[in-house]
């Protein structure tokens, strides 16, 4: 049994950060993750809530502060769940994520190879160019309150673009002209679901309006409103999504107004994008990103490249600049279709896409004798599944070069590679998500 009590105050020094952003502190021999303090401070902690092995608690004076420590700058901080570190400067937010991946390679993937940078953002707000409002069957449109499903109205948000704003604010407007039913989760009723906006680094916008159906009423003021809301808009797209759950994206779209797709500019190279086409959500930053995986690909102009994940073909096509030929897969046929288009729009002729799943492309160019010499993947969260390891390595590859967006599968994956002869050389962190936990990590994994 834990000596911890719930409810009870007890004094602690801060040691540092979980995963999660939270402080860790130990109270009484167990570890406790207290919400909003600061490595190095010593506090007064209320635990709220005691487990097994640990316990969770919130600061309720700060008795020794960090010079790190700051007024949060959004009045919505702490109620809607987007932002974590809005209470420490952005210094410190930068220790910390370097600090998570470094732990990440080190206890998970077993290397004890040092990171070599964390490159922060020079601009650390307003700096998403993709953003998704959830509406709440109340009409709300916002952000979900920290682990639930509880829309927060949030008119301006310091993580999105002022065309987000805008859009956000049109369809408010809408919903309280027209009385358009939104979405429920819990009975799998009402239209109005999820808000997408794309922003390009010229100002222009496209929005998609996802519904629980087939058409909305009074389309045509809806677009009107977001005109008028977006003088730079290029194009209003309804997305149809019936799935119950809490999935944004559908399967079927249909252009209400203008475009159907929007172009932006990165690594001095063009993409138009399609909806549901993944694109790094900062483009400053996503350039520092891609420019650290060419560096780490260390290409002469004479390799075979695979690129798993490829999206759109944005790391496709960079890695095309110092490569003597490139192949792209990509599971989504839209981003496909994007990444085929977006290489002629580039005159890149040196590429090549195919559509499918990631382990069954793998293992069927595995099986084709392919000999790639470097391959390049940015999976998802969940990072890479065995069977597209096993196909990498059967490749056998002089070179992998890992970009990812959780430090946690990125180590359990690392140490998948170790067992099979590919050791960690190499090893960076790029913060895509200032105010965020999250962070972006690229490794070099050579063949021993």
Same mark, same amino acid.
């Given at each position: 049994?834990?000596?911890?009590?719930?409810?009870?105050?007890?004094?602690?020094?801060?040691?540092?950060?979980?995963?999660?952003?939270?402080?860790?502190?130990?109270?009484?021999?167990?570890?406790?993750?207290?919400?909003?303090?600061?490595?190095?401070?010593?506090?007064?902690?209320?635990?709220?809530?005691?487990?097994?092995?640990?316990?969770?608690?919130?600061? *309720?004076?700060?008795?020794?502060?960090?010079?790190?420590?700051?007024?949060?700058?959004?009045?919505?901080?702490?109620?809607?769940?987007?932002?974590?570190?809005?209470?420490?400067?952005?210094?410190?937010?930068?220790?910390?994520?370097?600090?998570?991946?470094?732990?990440?390679?080190?206890?998970?993937?077993?290397?004890?190879?040092?990171?070599?940078?964390?490159?922060?953002?020079?601009?650390?707000?307003?700096?998403?160019?993709?953003?998704?409002?959830?509406?709440?069957?109340?009409?709300?449109?916002?952000?979900?309150?920290?682990?639930?499903?509880?829309?927060?109205?949030?008119?301006?948000?310091?993580?999105?673009?002022?065309?987000?704003?805008?859009?956000?604010?049109?369809?408010?407007?809408?919903?309280?002209?027209?009385?358009?039913?939104?979405?429920?989760?819990?009975?799998?009723?009402?239209?109005?679901?999820?808000?997408?906006?794309?922003?390009?680094?010229?100002?222009?916008?496209?929005?998609?309006?996802?519904?629980?159906?087939?058409?909305?009423?009074?389309?045509?003021?809806? *677009?009107?409103?977001?005109?008028?809301?977006?003088?730079?808009?290029?194009?209003?797209?309804?997305?149809?999504?019936?799935?119950?759950?809490?999935?944004?994206?559908?399967?079927?779209?249909?252009?209400?107004?203008?475009?159907?797709?929007?172009?932006?500019?990165?690594?001095?190279?063009?993409?138009?994008?399609?909806?549901?086409?993944?694109?790094?959500?900062?483009?400053?930053?996503?350039?520092?990103?891609?420019?650290?995986?060419?560096?780490?690909?260390?290409?002469?102009?004479?390799?075979?490249?695979?690129?798993?994940?490829?999206?759109?073909?944005?790391?496709?096509?960079?890695?095309?600049?110092?490569?003597?030929? *490139?192949?792209?897969?990509?599971?989504?046929?839209?981003?496909?279709?994007?990444?085929?288009?977006?290489?002629?729009?580039?005159?890149?002729?040196?590429?090549?896409?195919?559509?499918?799943?990631?382990?069954?492309?793998?293992?069927?160019?595995?099986?084709?004798?392919?000999?790639?010499?470097?391959?390049?993947?940015?999976?998802?969260?969940?990072?890479?599944?065995?069977?597209?390891?096993?196909?990498?390595?059967?490749?056998?590859?002089?070179?992998?070069?890992?970009?990812?967006?959780?430090?946690?599968?990125?180590?359990?994956? *690392?140490?998948?590679?170790?067992?099979?002869?590919?050791?960690?050389?190499?090893?960076?962190?790029?913060?895509?998500?200032?105010?965020?936990?999250?962070?972006?990590?690229?490794?070099?994994?050579?063949?021993?």
């Amino acid at each position: 049994m834990s000596a911890l009590e719930k409810n009870k105050v007890y004094e602690a020094r801060i040691e540092g950060y979980s995963s999660e952003g939270l402080g860790v502190a130990r109270i009484e021999g167990q570890v406790v993750f207290v919400h909003r303090a600061l490595r190095g401070e010593l506090c007064r902690v209320l635990v709220l809530k005691v487990l097994k092995n640990t316990a969770f608690g919130k600061v *309720v004076e700060v008795l020794e502060p960090s010079a790190h420590r700051r007024q949060p700058d959004c009045p919505h901080y702490g109620k809607c769940g987007g932002c974590d570190f809005r209470h420490m400067d952005y210094a410190e937010e930068l220790w910390a994520k370097g600090q998570r991946v470094q732990d990440a390679l080190t206890r998970l993937g077993g290397s004890d190879l040092p990171l070599e940078a964390v490159l922060g953002a020079k601009e650390p707000l307003r700096y998403r160019n993709k953003s998704q409002y959830p509406i709440g069957a109340d009409g709300k449109v916002g952000f979900f309150r920290a682990r639930s499903h509880q829309v927060v109205e949030v008119e301006q948000c310091l993580l999105q673009k002022p065309q987000a704003d805008g859009a956000a604010a049109a369809l408010r407007q809408y919903i309280g002209e027209t009385g358009v039913s939104c979405y429920d989760e819990t009975t799998g009723r009402g239209l109005l679901r999820h808000l997408y906006i794309r922003t390009n680094a010229e100002g222009c916008s496209l929005v998609c309006v996802l519904i629980n159906g087939k058409k909305l009423p009074r389309e045509d003021r809806l *677009v009107q409103l977001l005109r008028d809301a977006l003088p730079q808009l290029t194009g209003v797209v309804l997305g149809v999504n019936t799935k119950r759950g809490n999935t944004i994206l559908g399967d079927e779209y249909r252009t209400l107004w203008g475009e159907e797709r929007l172009t932006d500019t990165l690594c001095g190279l063009q993409f138009r994008l399609s909806v549901p086409s993944f694109y790094q959500v900062n483009r400053q930053q996503a350039q520092v990103l891609y420019e650290k995986a060419l560096e780490f690909a260390g290409l002469t102009g004479q390799e075979l490249v695979l690129d798993l994940y490829c999206g759109a073909g944005t790391i496709t096509e960079v890695m095309a600049q110092k490569a003597r030929h *490139v192949i792209g897969a990509e599971i989504v046929p839209e981003a496909i279709a994007d990444a085929r288009e977006n290489a002629a729009l580039n005159g890149v002729e040196n590429v090549e896409f195919f559509c499918g799943d990631a382990s069954r492309v793998a293992a069927e160019l595995a099986g084709r004798g392919l000999a790639p010499d470097v391959i390049c993947v940015d999976p998802p969260r969940k990072g890479l599944a065995p069977d597209v390891i096993d196909a990498v390595v059967q490749m056998a590859p002089r070179r992998v070069v890992y970009v990812s967006c959780d430090p946690a599968t990125l180590g359990r994956d *690392v140490k998948l590679f170790a067992a099979r002869g590919y050791e960690l050389t190499r090893a960076a962190a790029v913060d895509l998500f200032p105010g965020t936990r999250h962070v972006e990590s690229v490794v070099c994994l050579s063949r021993e």
